[in-house]
């Protein structure tokens, strides 16, 4: 059974910093490319980011310069977010995808008050 599981996220104010994390489990972790979606009150879900397993990675332009997107070895992705605005209010979901199959975590809030 697959499963992504986020954590990490919350308030900040803005200006701050998260770092989100997703442990996934049930796939061979290495050979999926990762990705972080997120979506905002009112709006589709958009891509954000997404790593390779052999680490390219890509960006929404909103977020090149204050995002990066990382793995590990233990089955973790991670997303490290500064200079969080406002409209970066969402709830971020992981995404795991190898060729036609997919998988999505539930989901975790992040809030970016003014």
């Known amino acids: 059974q697959v499963q992504l599981v986020e954590s990490g996220g919350g308030l900040v104010q803005s200006g701050g910093s998260l770092r989100l994390s997703c442990a996934a489990s049930g796939i061979n972790f290495s050979t999926y490319t990762m990705a972080w979606y997120r979506q905002a009150p009112g709006k589709q879900r958009e891509f954000v980011a997404f790593i390779t397993g052999s680490g390219t990675t890509n960006y929404i332009e909103s977020v090149k310069g204050r995002f990066t997107i990382s793995r590990d070895a233990k089955n973790m992705l991670y997303l490290e977010m500064n200079s969080l605005q406002p409209e970066d209010t969402a709830v971020y979901y992981c995404?795991?995808?190898?060729?036609?199959?997919?998988?999505w975590g539930q989901g975790i809030q992040v809030i970016v008050s003014s």
């Open positions: 995404h795991a995808a190898l060729r036609s199959r997919g998988h």
